[in-house]
């Protein structure tokens, strides 16, 4: 029984593992969705030329060589 209320076999204890293994299994839901949406979002890339030049434009501002860039003030 004294070994149950302290150490590291106790009930506190045992509920912040179960505490942590709450977390840890919410990040891990959190991280395969977000691994599933980059992995839609590659294939979509190889799949279409014309989203992959969207991304390129949108995401790294990247532009084609004949294009200039323009600033405007506010």
Known sequence: MIGM???ETS???FFELRKSQEVLEQTIT???KQNQDLALEI????GSND???KVL???Y????ADENIVFFAE
């Open 5 to 7: 209320s302290r150490g």
């Open 11 to 13: 009930i506190g204890g």
């Open 30 to 32: 959190s991280l395969e």
């Open 43 to 46: 294939a979509r890339i190889q």
């Open 51 to 53: 989203y992959a030049r």
């Open 57 to 59: 434009r949108d995401k």
């Open 61 to 64: 501002h990247i532009t084609d």
